[in-house]
């Protein structure tokens, strides 16, 4: 794990001082992080970059995870499609599991810290145990086509907590209590993002029979329908009747989303006629994800609905070329046609793909273009700063705060 002074050569020295400056002001106070997973997802990735570091700025911070079954979890990812508006069959029973498996929940875990940051819907019914101290509900997800039932259910917990964090204008919601816009963010120092050798992007190609005969086309994700893997399938055979080329798809699981295996036997079966689709399923090695984005020559990312999308940032951030959905968080990350394409169908991703493959001195301007948009606005030591300043700002009820 990188120090906190080794982000100076890549964001500057004036931002390490200012976070050490803002550090120095929450000491005396005590920070716990609550999700639903260790592993796997954007959340846990983010939790393990950022938790380290808010301790090695003498910031008392604690992370924990929420304990439920499978049955809990199914529910839960019930709720996160309702809420990113894909449709779903909700029951009264669902909601009584999802309470039965809070309330274990709130007997197990202490909550006696100054601030309690509650990060997505799994774990937000434990505000029950709020007391004198300050709860946060951070949302991953993009609300703008919420299903009114679930919004309805959660909307029973919501308004007690002291505030609300969303990653986009367009996913807040009207609510009465004060709410923070933070984007997410990627660390450049983690294995996922770090510069590597190319001898060992090679090896890992070489690992997984991947040759480097003709361009290679990857989207890296989870196995789920919101990631859209049959749909990348359908762009990259209209891509192929025009630019030779492979696919690589790729990705892990999440502890909290039971639908994944499911999902890759899918892609598996409409990918087994062609030989140049190569369908991984990696553990959590992040040196293996950085290397095969890497050797990408595009990156897709034809999400349905996206939160944020930390794989956009990552592919920029290495200059790679990338056709992304205009969906959810991503239109933060992609400027169309400055840092990225933006694409809206099947057949729109497998336009821009060709387009980039036709025209490699323009895919690397737009690649060039949005490293530098990824290195001042998506870099986890803005990240910390928004963080930090707002858990300062739960102590001052005026909009500005002052140091």
Same mark, same amino acid.
């Given at each position: 794990?990188?120090?906190?002074? +080794?982000?100076?050569?890549?964001? =500057?020295?004036?931002?390490?001082?200012?976070?050490?400056?803002?550090?120095?002001?929450?000491?005396?106070?005590?920070?716990?992080?609550?999700?639903?997973?260790?592993?796997?997802?954007?959340?846990?990735?983010?939790?393990?970059?950022?938790?380290?570091?808010?301790?090695?700025?003498?910031?008392?911070?604690?992370?924990?995870?929420?304990?439920?079954?499978?049955?809990?979890?199914?529910? *839960?990812?019930?709720?996160?499609?309702?809420?990113?508006?894909?449709?779903?069959?909700?029951?009264?029973?669902?909601?009584?599991?999802?309470?039965?498996?809070?309330? +274990?929940?709130?007997?197990?875990?202490?909550?006696?810290?100054?601030?309690?940051?509650?990060?997505?819907?799994?774990?937000?019914?434990? &505000?029950?145990?709020?007391?004198?101290?300050?709860?946060?509900?951070?949302?991953? $997800?993009?609300?703008?086509?919420?299903?009114?039932?679930?919004?309805?259910?959660?909307?029973?917990?919501?308004?007690?907590? %002291?505030?609300?964090?969303?990653?986009?204008?367009?996913?807040?919601?009207?609510?009465?209590?004060?709410?923070?816009?933070?984007?997410?963010?990627?660390?450049? #120092?983690?294995?996922?993002?770090?510069?590597?050798?190319?001898?060992? $992007?090679? =090896?890992?190609?070489?690992?997984?029979?991947?040759?480097?005969?003709?361009?290679?086309? *990857?989207?890296?994700?989870?196995? %789920?329908?919101?990631? %859209?893997?049959? =749909?990348? $399938?359908?762009?990259?055979?209209?891509?192929?009747?025009?630019?030779?080329?492979?696919?690589?798809?790729?990705?892990?699981?999440?502890?909290?989303?039971?639908?994944?295996?499911?999902?890759?036997? !899918?892609?598996?079966?409409?990918?087994?006629?062609?030989?140049? $689709?190569?369908?991984?399923?990696?553990?959590?090695?992040?040196?293996?994800?950085?290397?095969?984005?890497?050797?990408?020559?595009?990156? #897709?990312?034809?999400? #349905?609905?996206?939160?944020?999308?930390?794989?956009?940032?990552?592919?920029?951030?290495?200059?790679?070329?990338?056709?992304?959905?205009?969906?959810?968080?991503?239109?933060?990350?992609?400027?169309?046609?400055?840092?990225?394409?933006?694409?809206?169908?099947?057949?729109?991703?497998?336009?821009?793909?060709?387009?980039?493959?036709?025209?490699?001195?323009?895919?690397?301007?737009?690649?060039?273009?949005?490293?530098?948009?990824?290195?001042?606005?998506?870099?986890? *030591?803005?990240? #910390?700063?928004?963080?930090?300043?707002?858990?300062?700002?739960?102590?001052?009820? !005026?909009? &500005?705060?002052?140091?």
């Amino acid at each position: 794990m990188a120090n906190i002074e +080794e982000y100076a050569p890549i964001v =500057g020295q004036a931002i390490i001082d200012d976070l050490r400056l803002l550090a120095d002001r929450l000491k005396g106070k005590t920070i716990q992080h609550i999700n639903s997973t260790s592993a796997g997802g954007g959340v846990a990735e983010i939790l393990n970059r950022m938790i380290p570091l808010l301790r090695e700025l003498a910031v008392d911070t604690r992370w924990d995870v929420i304990k439920g079954n499978e049955r809990f979890f199914g529910v *839960t990812k019930k709720f996160h499609n309702a809420l990113h508006g894909r449709k779903e069959e909700i029951s009264g029973e669902d909601f009584d599991i999802f309470r039965e498996t809070s309330d +274990e929940n709130i007997r197990e875990i202490s909550t006696s810290f100054d601030i309690v940051f509650i990060h997505d819907p799994q774990p937000i019914a434990l &505000i029950k145990k709020k007391a004198d101290n300050m709860w946060l509900w951070r949302c991953h $997800i993009d609300l703008s086509q919420a299903n009114k039932k679930v919004w309805e259910f959660l909307m029973e917990y919501l308004p007690r907590y %002291d505030s609300a964090v969303f990653s986009a204008p367009s996913f807040s919601r009207k609510l009465p209590i004060r709410q923070f816009l933070i984007s997410p963010s990627i660390d450049p #120092l983690s294995d996922k993002n770090k510069d590597l050798p190319q001898e060992l $992007i090679d =090896g890992v190609l070489r690992k997984y029979n991947i040759p480097k005969d003709k361009p290679i086309v *990857t989207q890296i994700s989870r196995f %789920d329908r919101l990631k %859209d893997p049959l =749909g990348v $399938i359908d762009a990259y055979l209209l891509v192929k009747k025009s630019v030779d080329c492979r696919l690589i798809l790729a990705g892990g699981g999440a502890a909290d989303d039971p639908e994944g295996a499911q999902v890759l036997e !899918e892609a598996r079966e409409k990918a087994k006629k062609d030989k140049d $689709i190569h369908i991984l399923l990696l553990p959590q090695n992040d040196i293996e994800i950085n290397a095969l984005q890497r050797a990408s020559t595009v990156i #897709l990312q034809k999400s #349905l609905r996206e939160g944020f999308g930390l794989t956009v940032s990552e592919a920029l951030w290495k200059a790679r070329p990338l056709v992304a959905s205009n969906v959810g968080g991503i239109p933060l990350q992609v400027k169309h046609k400055y840092s990225g394409l933006l694409c809206h169908s099947v057949e729109g991703a497998a336009f821009a793909v060709k387009q980039l493959l036709n025209n490699p001195e323009y895919a690397g301007k737009l690649g060039e273009n949005g490293r530098e948009h990824i290195r001042n606005n998506f870099l986890i *030591t803005r990240h #910390l700063r928004d963080y930090l300043l707002l858990f300062l700002s739960l102590y001052h009820k !005026e909009d &500005i705060v002052y140091l």
